[in-house]
């Protein structure tokens, strides 16, 4: 079974300063990786995915994922932040085989403070 | 280009009554999916079509809810009688591709309230 592990709930950051947000997954072989991100009182947004190739993912708003198959984690970052970036961010993962499910983490609470 | 839509946006109702969610995908997307979030936890897998065909369907709860796709377009999922722990956000999602290129687009959400 796949799972993805999102170990804060919460991770407060001053504008400006740079901010990540962290997330393990366990599957069977290589993984498809992903990050949503939810705004207050919207939808799920894509943000960018891993497939292969560099570990190094560039997605929307500034936001970039890094790939580590070592430790199993697909780590979220943006070298600045922005008080715009607050919102609920969650991690997913897919296995390359099988059904399409995404497997989602709890999901991290984003605040950024002017 | 219109993204996933989702209807209603919130719905109140009390234990025993009926529910209906509609979801209404990105058009062209054949891939459609139901996923629910209870307060505080995961987004859970609840079922996948394929056009109108069931893909898989192994996150539904029980019987008291149905998903259905009828010509492949929009999709409902009802719950029927709705209980307590039935409450939290169900997204439904989209996606053109299978496989590598798949990305799932999300809609914004239907919150549920049972009391």
């Known amino acids: 079974a796949q799972s993805v592990a999102q170990p804060e709930d919460q991770v407060n950051v001053a504008e400006g300063n740079p901010l990540t947000v962290k997330c393990t997954y366990s599957v069977s072989g290589n993984p498809y990786l992903f990050w949503y991100v939810q705004y207050p009182n919207r939808g799920l947004q894509f943000l960018l995915k891993y497939i292969t190739g560099d570990n190094l993912v560039k997605g929307s708003y500034g936001f970039e994922a890094e790939f580590n198959k070592s430790q199993t984690s697909f780590h979220l970052k943006k070298p600045s932040a922005l008080v715009s970036d607050s919102a609920l961010y969650f991690c997913a993962v897919r296995g390359r085989s099988g059904y399409s499910t995404l497997t989602f983490g709890k999901g991290t609470m984003l605040l950024v403070s002017p | 280009e219109a993204g996933v839509t989702q209807f209603p946006s919130h719905s109140v109702i009390e234990k025993g009554q009926t529910v209906t969610l509609r979801c209404d995908p990105i058009?062209?997307?054949?891939?459609l999916y139901w996923y629910r979030r209870v307060m505080g936890k995961e987004i859970k897998f609840l079922l996948h079509f394929v056009k109108e065909s069931k893909q898989d369907e192994s996150g539904m709860p029980n019987n008291r809810f149905l998903a259905e796709r009828t010509g492949g377009t929009y999709s409902t999922l009802k719950v029927q009688p709705a209980e307590l722990e039935d409450s939290g956000v169900y997204f439904c999602?989209?996606?053109?591709?299978?496989?590598?290129?798949?990305?799932?687009?999300f809609g914004p959400g239907t919150r549920l309230l049972v009391l």
């Open positions: 058009s062209g997307h054949d891939n």
């Open positions: 999602a989209s996606s053109q591709a299978s496989g590598v290129q798949e990305t799932q687009y």
